[in-house]
């Protein structure tokens, strides 16, 4: 970039086009959440049929649509600020250096060199020390060099005019390198030339945000900084203290980290993690049709079975080794994706019976992946439910733990009386993966003990409504444990405790809990091993549990069998777990307590 640029530049003029794109960003976001949550709720609402479907598919893709645009626009706005910001920088050091030129008397010419006239006292001859003309330098040694040079020049009009060269020089260079950096970024940030938001497309859109963000760190780092390790109440002081400019730029560039920052409103992590979302599942969709085409599937082999009693023969097409091996990678590679679809299909789910919009409060694909997902807005609600699925609970078979919380806001709907009511699947820490490798083991509880009391934290620190919410914590299987590692290493930070299937949950009775007394509450159903296994100190590391009379949890009546139906529709166990989220414990039906005499009869 040369000096009549420079010069001519305004960068307030990219800033207002900042200013644009971030708005057709929020555009394309008040669209695409009229189309999820407006006119496909309607349609699944009155319509129905094959043209139906149809419509709703084409729906879906045109919300796809305006999503991209939103994200894509939200980048491009990011990196106008950027550069306006880097080059409003150059540009206050190029006016610096012509005013204090100007001030001076001094010269500055069309390259950038700035010339000097005559000046300083009179030599031995009579003469004045002569003028001349001096070129900026930006290298740290030349630079000193040259401030020598003109140290040890009579003249003081050289050191005045070096210092405005060197100036000059170094606006032009920060503004040439600005212009190299950004205008590649810019001109990457373009769909291609169809109408189908692919895979591919929101892995270039993965690559593009990674490109703003190495770029726009400067410009990052003259907002007020996120806390470091903050808690959910720091977090909320620091949003709140942002400009919606500044807000914006975090949210597009950091999705990540702002959709897993306990505090922070949630339709703001709702907004981030769907980006986050969005990018992983193109990543994994992209992933395994690259596998595919590299690994075409292996055939079957035909095999001669004879019946060794009749002697009959036949011949069956059956699996050879290599075939397993391939389905074996496939499914590894399919399972991240069956949890997003599930994910989606929650979104799409949203009228169906009444059910409310939902909110993604945390999405990860690391390790077995996390998904906490959020059935109404538990920023407004009246009533929240937390749940906390046990030992296999992971990404690729998270729909079933959706499933169960969308089953739980039906009951606890019906009884809240006209109240709102929030139910979460919290998936927010890496579970066991089995029941007898891995659940003996402690730790998982107390890893993420911490990470379970940050949100609950959060829940209260993100509330828009002046009253709070009454908070339930529902715990299934090893999802106990951790809840009560949670209560016995800090706070809670709920109103209400619901177990079901617990193995042991590390404290010795309801009383060391964190809830009031009387709130703990504890199903068992017939067939359920699980809890039996507890008894002898697999999984809760104790004996007590709270299923046993001593722990002191009330014990709700139970119509469920097995360990995994406890929240099955129009059941008793589900209804007494409703009342009690919608603050009805009273009415909640409990077992009978156990007769002290039994032993003797």
């Excluded at 000193?144 to 050289?158: C, L, Y």
């Excluded at 002081?237 to 920052?261: C, F, N």
């Excluded at 009330?554 to 209804?575: A, C």
Aim: hydrophobic letters at 35%; aromatic letters at 6%; a negative charge.
């Amino acid at each position: 970039m040369d000096l009549a640029t420079l010069k001519a530049l305004k960068p307030t003029e990219y800033s207002e086009a900042a200013g644009g794109y971030r708005s057709t960003s929020d555009m394309a976001s008040a669209a695409k959440d009229a189309i999820d949550n407006r006119i496909q709720v309607a349609m699944r609402t009155h319509l129905e049929g094959e043209a139906a479907t149809a419509a709703g598919k084409q729906l879906g893709e045109l919300s796809q649509n305006f999503h991209y645009i939103q994200v894509q626009c939200g980048l491009a706005s990011t990196a106008l600020d950027a550069f306006s910001y880097e080059t409003e920088a150059a540009k206050r050091k190029l006016d610096a250096a012509l005013e204090s030129a100007k001030a001076a008397g001094l010269t500055v010419n069309a390259d950038g060199s700035v010339s000097y006239p005559p000046g300083g006292g009179k030599s031995e001859d009579g003469k004045v020390p002569p003028g001349g003309t001096v070129s900026g330098l930006t290298d740290g040694t030349a630079s000193a060099v040259g401030r020598q040079a003109a140290n040890f020049d009579p003249n003081p009009n050289h050191r005045l005019a070096q210092d405005c060269a060197d100036l000059i020089a170094t606006a032009l260079k920060e503004a040439t390198e600005a212009d190299e950096k950004w205008a590649p970024k810019l001109r990457a940030l373009k769909a291609d030339d169809d109408l189908i938001v692919s895979g591919s497309d929101w892995v270039d859109v993965k690559e593009d945000t990674a490109g703003v963000l190495k770029g726009a760190g400067d410009y990052l780092d003259s907002f007020r900084q996120p806390p470091k390790q903050g808690t959910p109440e720091e977090n909320a002081k620091w949003w709140h203290g942002l400009t919606e400019e500044q807000r914006a730029a975090y949210i597009s560039v950091h999705p990540d980290s702002i959709g897993k920052m306990d505090g922070l409103p949630v339709t703001v992590r709702d907004e981030a993690n769907r980006t986050v979302l969005a990018e992983a599942r193109g990543v994994a969709q992209t992933d395994l049709d690259s596998w595919m085409a590299k690994e075409p599937k292996p055939a079957y082999i035909d095999r001669e079975i004879i019946n060794a009693q009749t002697g009959e023969r036949w011949t069956a097409r059956v699996p050879t080794e290599e075939w397993r091996e391939w389905e074996k990678k496939r499914k590894e590679l399919q399972g991240p994706l069956d949890g997003m679809d599930a994910i989606q299909e929650r979104f799409d789910a949203t009228g169906t019976r009444g059910l409310p919009e939902a909110y993604l409060l945390g999405f990860s694909t690391e390790g077995d992946g996390r998904a906490i997902i959020a059935n109404g807005d538990p920023d407004t609600a009246d009533h929240t439910a937390v749940y906390v699925p046990g030992t296999e609970a992971d990404l690729k078979g998270i729909g079933g733990n959706i499933d169960r919380m969308v089953n739980v806001w039906h009951a606890a709907h019906k009884e809240a009386d006209g109240e709102s009511v929030s139910t979460i699947t919290w998936l927010g820490y890496d579970a066991p993966d089995s029941v007898f490798l891995d659940a003996p083991f402690e730790h998982y509880a107390y890893d993420g003990a911490p990470a379970l009391r940050g949100f609950m934290d959060g829940l209260d620190a993100s509330r828009s409504v002046d009253s709070p919410s009454h908070t339930t914590v529902i715990a299934h299987s090893y999802g106990t444990t951790l809840v009560g590692a949670a209560a016995e290493t800090g706070r809670l930070n709920a109103d209400e405790v619901v177990f079901a299937g617990s193995p042991g949950v590390k404290v010795s009775g309801a009383h060391d809990m964190d809830v009031p007394r009387g709130h703990v509450w504890n199903q068992e159903a017939d067939g359920d091993v699980v809890p039996e296994v507890g008894r002898w100190g697999h999984g809760g590391g104790g004996f007590v549990i709270p299923s046993d009379p001593e722990f002191g949890a009330n014990q709700m009546t139970t119509d469920t069998e097995g360990h995994s139906d406890y929240w099955d529709s129009d059941t008793e166990s589900l209804h007494n777990q409703a009342l009690v989220i919608v603050g009805e414990g009273d009415s909640v039906a409990l077992l009978p307590p156990p007769d002290p005499w039994a032993h003797v009869k």
